[in-house]
């Protein structure tokens, strides 16, 4: 037992439907904050008498409180997802590595997430876009499976309108939809790739960071320029459960994020 | 790393019947004592009211899947091997409780860390092996990475009484792992047990300042060169008695090509996925939280077990466990056992102690698992 594993006491102080499973919470510290986090980084968010799991930052870095966005997919998603204004969430953290958005200064930064996969990679999006002129070109490239999985949508304009090219693709259009249609991988090519310039993060299914992964590779990236944020069962945050297990790397201090180079062999064996 | 150059003051003749006094005076000193004893037909680690409780004249019979206690023909006390038990139930016990906490009239809550017991705890005899496994574990949940936590605490007011081997079992490989039979740093005190016709004594050197005031209250003699020379040989001696080896050059690259070797298929025939090796492993220190509350819903606790890495919940995410089969499993224990934990831990995280042989209920041996993929794959036995 670590003193960084009694969860802090923070209280809902906003709450905002992202999808019909995905909710986005700002929480405010109920007494002393936690110290902030980075780009990338993880919180265990602990939903009372019900358990805990590592949630991905969401909000701008820096705030005073903390943004996450949490899709409904178990007994303590659910609970956190059906947490009201006023109520109060268990957090630990911040874990793990962050994106390092800032090693893209003058050259391209490009950002690709799929599905609930921009959830984590928000809050690069928007560090680079409080000093956008530091970078050449900011690229965010979004898929999901229908319009109404697409999550942040509101603020995609906003995006742009601070300097960045937005594309958003999704798997099957719906009747008020007329973007594009078709996998994330397919907005590479026409997003005026430089393939030496360029850092790229990614987040998304595991099948589809690799996927895009191969695409920037072919386009002639190399697997040193291109970030991923990997997922595995976590319990304690800080090095000492041994569940976040990914061959030499332990995810919750090695990760989330993880330069593709190291990924690789990796991702590529079977039941790892 | 046996450390037998380094320079450790004067030795000491200490009769057995002394170790009496050492127990008694570490109980005086606000320890509890903790140490082997025969219990059910094993060696298992236990608190000791009086040195008497050591398993003099008990020896052991090791095999793969296979413990027996033995009559030994001497009275040595720690002449018998790794038992069952390790010295990590103490220091990282099998079940513990995190933190409480209870809802508040505002719809908060307040949550406080588990007291943490404020026992002190002396160890004696302490196998080298089981000593570098000690010092393994620090390195994983101790100061240098927690300074905060529990086992650090814990860890910090151990006294440890460690004990050369001069008799190692049948599935024995501490020489292989560098880690025995000569015990290297961190103990408080360091015996070597001394037996012969109408003798027994322990030389007794001390390895800390505290380990010297203990032996201000032992009836000591200076050890003269014929038991210095007795005692050095038998622990030389010992290392060339090992029951085992295991070729650990190399095995951190060997493992990490190892993924699609044939013998994981094959050893996965014969493994039953129980856990049991994990849960004997001095080293194994992998854990599961568990959340509960009261009826009433308002009191929440979170617990704390050994995990292993064999159970199937273990990898457990949205869609299902990430190693399903029963290969990647025990794969997963070995390529990290010998192979990924120096990458995280920065040394292999296998002692050679053998439990993991001997407690195994269909009798897996990992020094024959290594030495079946080196033989696959080209270990470093292949070049020479
Ligand atoms: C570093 C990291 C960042 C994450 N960020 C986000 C995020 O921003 N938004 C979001 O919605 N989800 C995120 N997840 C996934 C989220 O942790 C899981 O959806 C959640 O653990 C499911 O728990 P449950 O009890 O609701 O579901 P159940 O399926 O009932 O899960 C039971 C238990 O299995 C474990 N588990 C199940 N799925 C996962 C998983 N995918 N990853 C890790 N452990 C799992 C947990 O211990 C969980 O309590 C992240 C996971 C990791 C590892
Ligand atoms: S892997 Fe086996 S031999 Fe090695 S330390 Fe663990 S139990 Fe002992
Ligand atoms: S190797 Fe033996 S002890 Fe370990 S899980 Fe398999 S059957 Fe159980
Ligand atoms: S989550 Fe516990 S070791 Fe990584």
């Known amino acids: 037992m670590t003193m960084s594993q009694v969860p802090v006491s923070y209280r809902v102080s906003e709450r905002q439907d992202e999808t019909h499973d995905t909710v986005t919470l700002t929480l405010e510290p109920a007494g002393a904050p936690l110290e902030s986090s980075k780009p990338g980084q993880f919180m265990m968010l602990y939903a009372f008498g019900v358990g805990e799991v590592p949630v991905s930052v969401s909000g701008p870095p820096g705030a005073a409180g903390l943004t996450h966005t949490i899709r409904a997919v178990g007994a303590v998603s659910r609970a956190l997802c059906s947490a009201a204004p006023g109520q109060a969430v268990g957090v630990r953290g911040p874990f793990g590595t962050s994106w390092h958005e800032s090693d893209a200064f003058g050259q391209d930064l490009l950002v690709i997430g799929g599905g609930i996969g921009l959830a984590p990679l928000r809050p690069a999006v928007l560090a680079a876009l409080r000093e956008p002129g530091r970078y050449r070109h900011i690229t965010v490239l979004i898929g999901a499976r229908s319009p109404a999985e697409l999550v942040f949508a509101a603020e995609y304009e906003r995006w742009r ?19 594009h249609v078709s996998v994330v991988t397919q907005l590479v090519g026409p997003s005026g790739l430089d393939p030496r310039r360029t850092l790229a993060l990614i987040c998304g299914p595991e099948v589809m960071m690799r996927l895009t992964a191969q695409t920037l590779l072919a386009a002639g990236m190399t697997a040193s320029q ?17 569940h976040c297990q990914f061959g030499p790397l332990l995810l919750c201090r090695d990760g989330p994020v993880v330069s593709y180079h190291a990924a690789a062999p990796l991702l590529s064996i079977r039941e790892l | 790393m046996s450390a037998d150059s380094e320079s450790r003051g004067p030795a000491w003749l200490l009769p057995a019947s002394g170790l009496a006094r050492l127990h008694d005076s ?7 004592v903790i140490g082997p004893r025969v219990v059910n037909g094993a060696i298992v680690l236990r608190e000791l009211s009086s040195a008497d409780e050591l398993p003099f004249g008990w020896g052991v019979t090791l095999a793969p899947g296979g413990y027996r206690l033995r009559r030994r023909a001497d009275h040595a006390a720690f002449a018998h091997s790794a038992g069952p038990g390790s010295w990590k139930q103490f220091l990282h016990p099998p079940r513990e409780q ?12 307040s949550a406080d860390s588990a007291a ?52 190692p079992g049948e599935t024995c490989f501490c020489t292989s792992m560098g880690t025995g039979p000569r015990a290297g740093r961190g103990y408080d005190l360091l015996l070597t047990e001394l037996t012969g016709p109408g003798d027994h004594t ?13 032996l201000a209250g032992l009836d000591l003699r200076p050890a003269d060169p014929g038991a210095m020379r007795r005692a050095q040989a038998s622990v030389s001696e010992a290392a060339g008695k090992m029951g085992r080896t295991m070729h650990a050059d190399g095995l951190r690259d060997l493992l990490a090509r190892s993924h699609d070797a044939a013998r994981w298929e094959d050893v996965a025939s014969r493994c039953l996925t129980c856990g049991n090796c994990t849960m004997a492993c001095p080293t194994c220190f992998c854990t599961t939280v568990e959340d509960v509350t009261d009826l009433s819903g308002d009191h929440a606790e979170r617990w704390q077990s050994w995990a292993s890495c064999f159970d199937l919940d273990f990898s457990y995410v949205h869609s299902g466990p990430v190693r399903s089969s029963g290969e990647s499993r025990y794969r997963q224990w070995l390529t990290h056992k010998l192979g990924t934990w120096h990458d995280q831990f920065g040394s292999s995280g296998c002692v050679g102690c053998g439990r993991c042989i001997v407690w195994c209920p269909v009798g897996i041996d990992i020094t024959e698992e290594v030495a079946a993929l080196q033989a696959e794959l080209g270990g470093p036995e292949a070049g020479e």
């Open chain 1, 161 to 179: 309108d601070s300097g960045a090219t937005v594309e958003v693709t999704v798997d099957r259009a719906d009747a008020g939809w007329h973007g």
């Open chain 1, 226 to 242: 291109i970030r991923v944020s990997l997922e595995r069962n976590m319990q304690c945050g800080v090095g000492e459960c041994g």
């Open chain 2, 26 to 32: 570490l109980r005086e000193a606000g320890y509890q």
């Open chain 2, 98 to 109: 995190l933190w409480s906490a209870h809802r508040t009239p505002d719809g908060g809550y």
């Open chain 2, 116 to 167: 943490a017991s404020d026992a002190k705890l002396a160890f004696i005899g302490v196998r080298p092996c089981d000593l570098r496994a000690i010092q393994i574990q620090d390195q994983v949940l101790g100061a240098p990475t927690h300074p905060d936590s529990t086992y650090a605490s814990r860890r910090s007011s151990v006294f440890i009484v460690a004990v050369n081997c001069t008799e």
């Open chain 2, 202 to 214: 322990f030389v007794v050197e001390a390895g800390s300042a505290a380990g010297e005031a203990t």
